[in-house]
């Protein structure tokens, strides 16, 4: 075995490990549709979703109702990072943004340290509600950090199109349409 074939060996056996783990090395956006590269971000909360319960009780079924997920509500998207050179590009994007007024589609995905995507989501709907950079003082040397948060209607591709059937129910389960 020459030194080529080992390295290829060792590039294999990492991919494996680390291709299983998530271990974040930055956060990058990318926004369809847009001239702007927000940069990577060490950072990312919100990527959470909860469903609310949605119960029926039917009149034959006495004390036993019927639940059911309900809408699924998400929480905002908080980035952080310190601030740089991409911290202008985000103001100039933030200036167009808000000068249109309208919903932007993308994906926040977690990069490991290799480079390489490991989860990537699809953002819909979303635009950014809060940016700012935390408070710097030269004489403390702390890192200004720079925050951006989003607003967005979802990530989980759960909606259904105008004319495509929703789910069937299952027995027992009222017909919602």
């Given amino acids: 075995m020459n030194a080529g074939q080992f390295a290829k060996g060792l590039n294999k056996s990492a991919d494996a490990f680390f291709g299983s ?3 974040a090395h930055s956060f990058t956006v990318a926004i369809d549709r847009s001239r702007y590269e927000l ?3 060490a950072g990312a909360s919100g990527l959470n979703v909860t469903w609310q319960m949605s119960e029926y009780r039917a ?3 006495w004390n036993h109702p019927l ?3 309900g809408v699924p509500k998400y929480q905002n998207i ?3 990072r310190a601030a740089c050179a991409d911290s202008q590009v985000v103001q100039e994007w933030l200036t167009e943004t808000s000068l249109r007024n309208e919903p932007l589609t993308g994906a926040i995905a977690l990069v490991n340290w290799l ?3 490991t989860v990537t989501w699809e953002l819909r709907e979303f635009f950014p509600v809060s940016w ?3 408070e710097f003082n030269a004489g403390q040397g702390k890192v200004a950090m720079e925050t951006l948060e989003l607003v967005h209607t979802g990530f989980l591709s759960d909606d259904f199109a105008p004319g495509r059937p929703g789910p069937m129910p299952g027995p027992g389960m009222p017909r919602m349409y």
Avoid: E, H, Q, T
Wanted: net charge positive; proline share 5%.
């Fill in 21 to 23: 783990v998530s271990m």
């Fill in 39 to 41: 940069g990577d971000w």
């Fill in 59 to 61: 009149g034959d079924r």
């Fill in 67 to 69: 639940i059911y997920p």
């Fill in 78 to 80: 908080k980035l952080s």
């Fill in 115 to 117: 480079g390489a995507r």
């Fill in 132 to 134: 700012g950079i935390g």
